[in-house]
């Protein structure tokens, strides 16, 4: 573990680039506000977070021998509380995907960006660093002190033995690391017995689902990776979800965003603003850069799951937006790690529903 | 052929049997009617003639008188009838046979009639003989006995008398006189005047003419006899019946013919009509398959261009859709230089930003202490009331000067600035590269065939790839001396993205891939790409240029870059090597003629290459016109 700061001390920004240029503009731009780490490739990058404790790192993708989706999402392992930036000149859609599902990153930013916005978010992204840090402890004490393996399903067992082998290793590729912590949330589950029945009592705050989505076969998915245990919420429109978000405080929601791109967008990015413990998952047919960019920055967005979905895969992510919930609830300054951009339409529509849901969140912040 | 034959004899037969037939119902002409019927009448009045002749003769014979002129025309007429029958009844034509016949009896009856004839002139010659007798003795007898009697023969006279009286009543029709008396009176008498030899001249004819009396008398009897026996009556009518029956014939043979006529016109016309019948037949079957066959060749023609117009179609879907594949692979080998390539097109402009906004900040700061400045330089000592004052005012302002220099880093923010500014110059200058690689890569403004330096267009495509290839793979590249070649500069630099890139993909780590040119010969250079990727399996090496075959995955490859490679290289008269082994990696090398053999080479070229890059083809035409 890396040594502890006084918070007097500069805030530690880690830049990751493979061109020299960005970084020498970066130096000059920060060098005042911050304490700077340069690195010109990821495995520099990775040495420098292991031996200092960076509060945000800034990574390009494209880069030689490891991308940046790849260097965040071992920070994420190595440094949990490290908040994640992806800078990149080229947004492909895989890269896209992966820094929601695998990098987890606080914004997704493309080259060019404008000063202002460069600053702003960096800014914004090293205090809510500085701040959440010790409940970023918390966090990294859970899940480092759950016990890995005693697997309880299925899905989990396969992927064990591999979880096990590559722990061991320094570098850690993605889907184990996902895996990793589908077991250590699945231990959390099974050590709540309530969770397990969903029947009593409409269940412990924030442990069901919504399914926000006309399309039958999500709900399906979703309700074999619940296998029951879990309540499941199914809604058609939006009117519906709302009801349903207000009722039942389910901890996750997932949603449709093939349909109604616009309002669906509108409605993720005002739930993370008056709901900010929802966990959100966003499914949908086609993948668009734009569109998924906008639900990071926007929405934060927790998982991006393609149609059809594989239930396996739902099940995973289900099971960590449940255990990502949950630690929300228990440490609410976490929330501040999924600050959102503002958005300037605001349907009054949504906001006045949106008004009365955060009215009624008394039960979510008591628990 | 046969049936031709058959055809025309049987047209010759039935055109000589009509031919008979019409000759056969050949109505028998009406002079032949009117000589036949005359011949007949003749005949008839000839058999009527012969009777009245005999009559005549009958009833002239012993009357002692010439033959009457009646009997004479009769007998003339009687003896010219065969003549005239000649001319008159051999007209008919009615049989062989039938005209034998008649020829026969004809000559019979000529026979007879020449016969009759002979008789008749006897019988005349007779009766003259008679008749002259007659009239010598009625004349000269009295003299003649007177004369006896005045020489006293009167024995004699008497005899003569007798005699002649005797003869002149013999001479008459109904004589009651018996000839033998006459003779013996004759001879006795004869006898007497010869012995008595009073025989005179006048006695003597006298005698005689009793003789010839008596003789003729009886010949003239026997010749009427005989000419009454003459069966010209019979062989008329046998000659009647065969001229009859000959013209029957005739006259039957043209009624048959004409009946036979008749008939076989029925049957010709029949003939005529039934073939006339089948022609229309046939000529119905023959319109009706000539209509189906024109519905046919009309169906066909609309079938023709149905067809055509559909194959057109596909042709033409097969030509966008291949022109659309091209485009498609262009597009997809594109796509993946697109990543890098906005990328190396954003990076500078995110810090050629970044640099200007923290040049301007830093612009700022120095502005501000160049103001200071000029305030200190203003200071000026006529502005104070003593130079102490002035002095101290100045070094005041100097020390802010001095402040300000330490606190507002103006040397750092000088050479920060000078940093920032010299990397945005260089970002600038990668940014006019890339632009002008770019468009030097696609070469939209140059024209579409000229020579080029293969070395040189290397080096672009690997800048142009280098977002794809750095995090790969390091290159290296060994360039020898090579004369810049004849070709189409923008295919060639589409073949060494296409290689380039096909390497970059093959290398799944970190590898390395090597480019070496060289002369190949005296008149060809030789580019080889070679990588240490995975290499291409022997069993996918042979299908390698085939269009569409890919290994990547579904819609991650058209499986045509290979191909438009090949026939890039062979349009250019060129030649591509391809070798490889699995987990080694692959080696392409391509071989260019340095020159262009022919004009004529370089538009089969253009031909061939326009049917595969059309798009391209379309942009250079629109340049070269």
């Known amino acids: 573990m890396k040594a502890q700061r006084q918070d007097t001390e500069k805030l530690r920004l880690l830049f990751v680039d493979d061109e020299q240029r960005v970084l020498n503009s970066m130096r000059i731009m920060f060098r005042k506000q911050f304490d700077l780490y340069l690195a010109s490739n990821g495995a520099e990058a990775l040495e420098i977070i292991k031996e200092h404790d960076i509060d945000v790192i800034i990574a390009d993708h494209r880069m030689p021998h490891m991308t940046g989706v790849e260097v965040l999402t071992a920070v994420r392992t190595l440094s949990p509380r490290t908040v994640r930036i992806l800078l990149t000149g080229y947004a492909d859609l895989d890269a896209v995907e992966g820094s929601i599902n695998h990098s987890e990153v606080f914004r997704f930013l493309t080259k060019p960006c404008a000063p202002d916005q460069l600053r702003e978010t960096i800014e914004l992204a090293a205090t809510i660093s500085r701040e959440t840090a010790a409940s970023v402890m918390v966090m990294e004490e859970i899940d480092e002190t759950t016990p890995i393996g005693a697997p309880s399903d299925d899905i989990v067992e396969k992927t064990t033995p591999e979880s096990e082998s590559e722990s061991a290793e320094p570098t850690i590729s993605l889907a184990e690391l996902e895996h990793q912590k589908t077991v250590s949330l699945d231990q959390v589950s099974v050590a709540s017995p309530e969770t397990v029945t969903p029947q009593t009592g409409g269940g412990r705050a924030g442990d069901g689902i919504a399914v926000f989505s006309d399309d039958d076969d999500v709900l399906e998915a979703v309700q074999k990776a619940g296998r029951g245990r879990v309540p499941i919420y199914h809604a058609r429109n939006i009117i519906k979800v709302i009801k349903i978000l207000t009722e039942h405080r389910p901890g996750v929601l997932v949603t449709d965003i093939s349909e109604d791109k616009g309002t669906i967008q509108s409605m993720t990015a005002q739930l993370k603003k008056h709901l900010p413990e929802l966990v959100t998952i966003a499914i949908s047919e086609h993948r668009d850069v734009l569109d998924m960019v906008w639900l990071i920055n926007h929405g934060q967005i927790f998982r991006f799951l393609r149609k059809p979905l594989s239930p396996g895969r739902c099940a995973i992510s289900l099971q960590s937006a449940l255990q990502h919930h949950r630690l929300l609830l228990k440490n609410p300054d976490l929330l501040k790690r999924h600050g959102v951009e503002q958005v300037e339409e605001e349907s009054s529509f949504l906001v006045s529903v949106l008004e009365k849901l955060r009215s009624a969140k008394g039960p979510w912040a008591s628990s | ?625």
């Open chain 2, 1 to 625: 052929m046969k049936r031709i034959i058959l055809t025309i004899g049987l047209s010759v037969a039935a055109l000589a049997l009509l031919g008979t037939l019409v000759l056969q119902s050949r109505p028998v002409p009406v002079y032949v009617h009117v000589a036949h019927h005359a011949a007949i009448a003749d005949l008839e009045r000839t058999a009527e003639d012969f009777s009245s002749l005999i009559t005549a003769l009958n009833s002239a014979w012993a009357s002692a008188q010439e033959p009457s002129e009646g009997a004479r025309t009769l007998a003339a007429r009687v003896a010219e009838n065969p003549m005239r029958l000649s001319t008159r009844l051999f007209l008919v034509d009615g049989g062989t046979s039938q005209e034998n016949r008649v020829l026969n009896r004809y000559e019979s009856y000529t026979v007879i009639v020449e016969q009759t004839e002979s008789l008749i002139a006897d019988l005349f010659a007779a009766q003259a003989v008679y008749v002259k007798s007659v009239a010598f003795i009625r004349e000269s007898g009295v003299q003649i006995i007177e004369q006896m009697r005045s020489s006293g023969l009167d024995s004699a006279a008497t005899d003569t008398f007798q005699l002649v009286v005797g003869t002149l009543d013999y001479a008459t029709a109904d004589a009651s006189v018996d000839e033998s008396e006459l003779r013996g009176l004759l001879v006795s008498l004869g006898r007497d005047l010869q012995i008595d030899g009073n025989m005179t001249i006048e006695a003597r004819r006298l005698l005689d003419s009793v003789t010839v009396i008596l003789d003729n008398k009886w010949i003239m009897q026997s010749r009427v006899n005989q000419i009454a026996e003459m069966t010209i009556p019979d062989n008329v009518y046998n000659l009647i019946q065969a001229a009859e029956d000959l013209y029957r014939s005739a006259v039957t043979s043209a009624d048959q013919g004409r009946a036979l006529l008749s008939i076989y016109a029925l049957l010709l016309l029949a003939t005529a009509g039934f073939i006339a019948f089948r022609l229309k037949q046939s000529y119905g079957q023959l319109n009706r398959a000539n209509a189906s066959l024109e519905d046919m060749n009309e169906s066909l023609e609309q079938r023709v261009i149905e067809r055509t117009d559909e194959l057109a179609g596909t042709l033409k879907n097969l030509k966008e859709s291949q022109v659309q594949l091209v485009q498609a692979e262009k597009m997809s080998s594109l796509g993946q230089l697109v990543a890098g390539i906005s990328h190396e097109i954003n990076t500078p402009l995110l810090y050629l930003e970044n640099n200007s906004v923290l040049v301007q900040e830093r612009l700022e700061i120095m502005e501000h202490f160049v103001k200071c400045c000029i305030g200190v330089f203003a200071l000026k000592p006529r502005d104070y009331p003593d130079s102490k004052a002035f002095q101290r005012n100045f070094l005041e302002a100097l020390q802010e000067l001095k402040v300000s220099l330490r606190e507002d880093e103006i040397e750092t923010n000088i050479e920060e600035a000078r940093d920032l500014m010299r990397d945005s110059i260089e970002g600038l200058k990668d940014l006019a590269e890339m632009a002008y690689n770019l468009k030097d890569f696609s070469r939209l403004d140059r024209s579409p065939v000229a020579n080029f330096d293969v070395n040189a267009g290397l080096e672009r495509s690997l800048m142009i790839a280098r977002n794809v290839l750095k995090y790969k793979a390091n290159v290296r590249t060994s360039f020898g001396e090579l004369p810049e070649i004849e070709c189409r500069p923008s295919q060639i630099n589409q073949i060494f993205l296409n290689i380039l890139t096909n390497a970059a993909q093959a290398i799944e780590e970190e590898g390395e891939i090597v480019i070496v040119t060289k002369l190949h010969g005296p008149d060809q250079v030789s580019i080889s790409i070679t990588d240490n990727g995975c290499g291409i399996p022997e069993d996918n090496l042979s299908q390698l240029r085939d269009p569409f075959f890919t290994t990547k995955e579904v819609g991650m490859g058209t499986g045509l870059g290979l191909s438009i490679v090949d026939e890039i290289v062979r349009a250019h008269g060129g030649e591509l090597v391809i070798e490889s082994e699995v987990h080694k990696g692959s080696s392409f090398t391509i071989l260019l003629p340095i020159k262009q053999p022919s004009e004529m080479a370089t538009e089969k070229r253009d031909v061939l290459i326009s049917k595969r890059t059309e798009q391209t083809q379309t942009q250079e035409l629109a340049e070269a016109s």
